[in-house]
């Protein structure tokens, strides 16, 4: 079983930065591949990324490709987030995500553990 922690979420400029992390329990966490959604007020869960379990392949929505990039550190169980140029609809609680294979990687329903999210809200 895997915990997610997620943390570094706060208020931030419109086109300024922000990396937020989610720390991970469990001896398996390099095993599992790691994903990001995040949700606005009202909306639907949206998918930002997904990076492989072993670093090397990364994916990204249009929406977000070029500003965001993910990242992991499985010696320190943890993946990371960075936000460049960031805009107020970038606005919503982000969310880390496991699983342990993927066909899509963009889908919640790939994900078996989940992290309670942290809040980043970006002001115009």
């Known amino acids: 079983q895997v915990q997610l922690v997620e943390s570094g979420g706060r208020l931030v400029q419109a086109g300024g930065s922000l990396r937020v992390s989610c720390a991970a329990s469990?001896?398996?966490?390099?095993?599992?591949?790691m994903g990001w959604f995040r949700q606005a007020p009202g909306k639907e869960r949206e998918f930002v990324g997904y990076?492989?379990?072993?670093?090397?392949?990364?994916y990204y929505p249009d929406s977000v490709k070029g500003r965001f990039t993910i990242s992991r550190d499985n010696a320190k169980n943890t993946v990371y987030l960075q936000m460049n140029s960031l805009k107020p609809e970038d606005t919503a609680v982000y969310y880390c995500?496991?699983?342990?294979?993927?066909?899509?990687?963009?889908?919640?329903?790939?994900?078996?553990?989940w992290g309670q999210g942290t809040q980043v809200t970006v002001s115009s």
């Open positions: 990076i492989s379990w072993s670093g090397s392949s990364t």
């Open positions: 469990g001896r398996t966490f390099s095993s599992y591949v």
């Open positions: 995500a496991a699983a342990r294979r993927i066909r899509d990687g963009s889908r919640r329903t790939e994900y078996e553990y």
